[in-house]
């Protein structure tokens, strides 16, 4: 009877090599990091780096199946990658694949096995010495230039150049397109039209030709052609607010679209330019009639609409604004019905101005103050120029109504033609001046007025008298605290 016995199988060593992925190379790869591992973590990472590459594999093989091939490609490489959501190996191509060369392995460890490594190009110095040098494209950088000043593109380097234009027909069609009431606006108020080479004011030469017309076009600016757009905003805009028995509702709501849209600073000029022909074409009328007065009404809230626009840079075309605003306050025959509205208006549009502009341009004031005051003193003058020479005063300021009626003598100079003629035909200039007055010192319902017998409200009235004159002395001296202030004197 015989004993089966069966051998024990041989155990595989710990340190013994399993897989395809050498523990060796695993190592390398840590020294290389500076990292000292053990020979189990070297075992395990191999184990996994080869089972990791098998995974490759069989997606790679996947992809090659599918593209009905035998040989697999580095794309069927990138695509598995991508599947398992690894990044892809950067600088293989199946289109230039990348040629190894083998190495033998050493003779002193002939175990290690051949070592396949990518080939590169040698490169043949001489050869690229005496190559042409290719310069260095320049470094990025950065410069500020202006794209355009006052709505004008100047012409330099940076900003693409004007077009030419070989004929004037669409200049004179958007010329007959943007004309209201026989009046073609001008660019930039400077009497260009927007045809570059017609109607050209005189001692100004025509354009040159040919390389001449090049030199100047490099030394001149731009001028300005308005959009389709903005072409046909000017139209419905002006026809909305001219003539004024127009809708009541599309004229609101121009007035609304010009004091709030953005995007209207290439057409200002436009505006500010038609603002200034309506107005002179109505007041170089002897006398306006009510329906004229009712334009001027509509061309102050135009210019007042322009200043509340806070996207609108109005400072370049504040000389073109304000002839006619002072031309409505101090002209003589405005229609009687509303002579007094225009004045008013006038007013506080001059003091819109005046709030917005006055401490960029310090002089402005003063300027407009000795205006006012000659329209209000100067012998000859009407009462509808002195009354808005006052009602002007008022918009600028307390000081210029202290300065021009009380120091300046203008109310002695009304209280003398007041007094000289019928009640009635001076009751608005009078009115104006009390109204001044009252800007002084807001006159109070419970007022009590100068004591005669008082000894300072006696040398009160009398410097109420010399500086007003009897006529107003008598009307301020119904309040006390209103003559004091306008005296100066003291409270009691």
């Known amino acids: 009877m015989q004993n089966n016995t069966t051998k024990p199988k041989a155990r595989i060593g710990q340190g013994a090599q399993t897989g395809v992925y050498k523990v060796d190379s695993i190592k390398d790869i840590a020294e290389s990091l500076n990292i000292t591992i053990s020979d189990s973590v070297a075992s395990s990472l191999a184990s996994d780096v080869e089972y990791r590459i098998n995974q490759l594999i069989e997606e790679a093989a996947r992809f090659m199946r599918h593209g009905r091939r035998t040989m697999m490609t580095t794309a069927d490489v990138d695509q598995a990658l991508r599947v398992l959501n ?5 600088g293989h191509s199946p289109y230039n694949p990348t040629t190894f060369r083998r190495a033998l392995p ?3 460890v002939p175990a290690a096995g051949p070592v396949y490594f990518p080939e590169d190009e040698e490169i043949d110095f001489d050869r690229v010495l005496r190559e042409e040098k290719i310069a260095l494209p320049k470094g990025v950088g950065w410069t500020a230039h202006w794209l355009a000043v006052e709505g004008v593109q100047p012409l330099i380097p940076e900003n693409p150049p004007a077009i030419p234009r070989d004929t004037d027909g669409d200049a004179t069609a958007k010329g007959e397109l943007l004309k209201v009431n026989g009046v073609s606006p001008m660019v930039n108020g400077s009497g260009l039209p927007l045809g570059p080479t017609g109607n050209l004011p005189p001692g100004t030469k025509k354009p040159a030709t040919g390389q001449q017309a090049n030199l100047q076009q490099s030394q001149q600016i731009v001028k300005q052609v308005l959009s389709r757009e903005l072409q046909l905003y000017y139209a419905r805009l002006t026809s909305s607010l001219l003539p004024p028995t127009s809708d009541f509702s599309k004229r609101t709501a121009a007035l609304a679209s010009l004091r709030s849209d953005a995007g209207l ?4 000029p436009y505006l ?6 309506g107005v002179v074409s109505v007041l170089k009328e002897e006398s306006p009639s009510e329906s004229e007065g009712k334009v001027l009404e509509v061309l102050l809230d135009v210019i007042s609409a322009i200043l509340d626009n806070t996207t609108l840079f109005v400072e370049p075309y504040l000389h073109q604004i304000l002839p006619p605003i002072l031309s409505i306050l101090l002209h003589s025959s405005l229609p009687s019905s509303h002579a007094t509205q225009l004045r008013t208006t006038g007013s506080q549009t001059l003091s819109k101005l005046l709030t917005q502009h006055s401490t960029t341009y310090p002089s402005l004031s003063p300027r407009i103050m000795k205006t006012l005051l000659l329209a209000l003193i100067s012998p000859g003058k009407s009462h509808g120029t002195r009354e808005g020479a006052i009602r002007g005063l008022v918009g600028v300021g307390k000081e210029a109504v202290r300065k021009g009626l009380v120091e300046g003598g203008g109310a002695k100079v009304v209280a003398a033609e007041a007094e000289g003629q019928e009640a009635g035909s001076s009751y608005d200039l009078v009115n104006s001046v009390m ?5 002084l010192h807001p006159q109070s ?8 017998s008082s000894e300072a409200d006696s040398e009160t009235y009398a410097q109420l008298n010399e500086l007003l004159g009897e006529f107003f002395a008598a009307r ?5 605290a209103w003559a004091r202030e306008i005296v100066g004197a003291p409270k009691p």
Do not use: H, T
């Open 445 to 452: 319902d419970m007022a009590d007025s100068l004591d005669a």
């Open 272 to 277: 500010v330019r038609w603002v200034g022909e």
């Open 476 to 480: 301020v001296a119904v309040d006390a």
């Open 106 to 108: 050493f003779p002193q």
């Open 435 to 439: 109204d001044a007055l009252r800007v």
């Open 265 to 268: 600073q290439s057409l200002l």
């Open 86 to 90: 690894i990044e892809p190996l950067y």
